[in-house]
């Protein structure tokens, strides 16, 4: 079946750090990948996206490639703020309008 | 103007009652979804509704039943409501895309469900 591996957390990170959070899948086919931000008390927003091999995803100053050969998506960002401390999910999936399967979360806490 | 709406977004009751989560999104989505989010924060699908029609029920006690009456609400009914069952229940939609063109998924801001 289809699976996403995240690191694991919790990392805390000074102001201005750069940030890695890494994501590993498993799934038949080509999957779209997905990165999701949850702040805290509030629902999950889409970050950013890849839906083919090689593709960047990229938004907030956050960063992710899709990587077949590895089958990856870790999430980058090159100067953290306070205000990026938030779940950050890693997710796949199959086919449009098919299931998203998550991985576990990576909570993610900037201190000034 | 909110995309994918919920209601309530808290639910405080006792064991045993039923109760029922609303969801309506404005998105023009073809396809709905229920999630759970458990006190580790890992979410799990529970349903997925295509135009009306059930098409994911995973393994999910049967006192859970969704209801879609078209295909912009996805309610989630919950008969004699467990300890075990408190969580937060998120809704999503998503609309199918072409050539493998994914558009990605809509969340709603979650319910927190208290079983006490």
């Known amino acids: 079946g289809n699976s996403v591996t995240q690191m694991e957390g919790p990392v805390t990170l000074s102001e201005e750090a750069f940030l890695t959070i890494n994501c590993t899948y498993t799934a038949t086919g080509y999957p779209s990948l997905f990165w999701y931000v949850q702040y805290p008390g509030e629902g999950l927003q889409l970050l950013l996206k890849a839906t083919k091999a090689d593709d960047k995803g990229s938004n907030k100053g956050f960063e992710a490639t899709y990587r077949k050969e590895t089958t990856s998506f870790h999430l980058e960002k090159g100067s953290v703020q306070v205000s990026d401390s938030a779940v950050y999910f890693c997710a796949l999936s199959v086919t449009s309008g098919s299931r998203l399967t998550f991985g576990e979360g990576t909570q993610l806490t900037v201190n000034p | 103007d909110t995309a994918v709406s919920q209601t309530p977004k808290y639910l405080v009751t006792q064991m045993g009652n039923d109760k029922s989560i609303k969801c309506e999104q404005n998105?023009?989505?073809?396809?709905m979804y229920w999630y759970k989010q458990d006190s580790k924060k890992f979410l799990k699908i529970m349903f997925s509704?295509?135009?009306?029609?059930?098409?994911i029920n995973e393994t999910v006690p049967n006192r859970f039943s969704p209801k879609s009456p078209d295909k912009a609400h996805l309610n989630l009914h919950i008969n004699s409501l467990e300890l075990g069952d408190s969580a937060v229940y998120f809704c999503?939609?998503?609309?199918?895309?072409?050539?493998?063109?994914?558009?990605?998924?809509?969340f709603g801001s979650g319910t927190r469900l208290t079983v006490v």
């Open positions: 998105l023009g989505h073809d396809t």
């Open positions: 999503a939609s998503s609309r199918a895309g072409v050539n493998r063109l994914n558009y990605g998924y809509t």
């Open positions: 509704y295509n135009n009306k029609e059930l098409i």
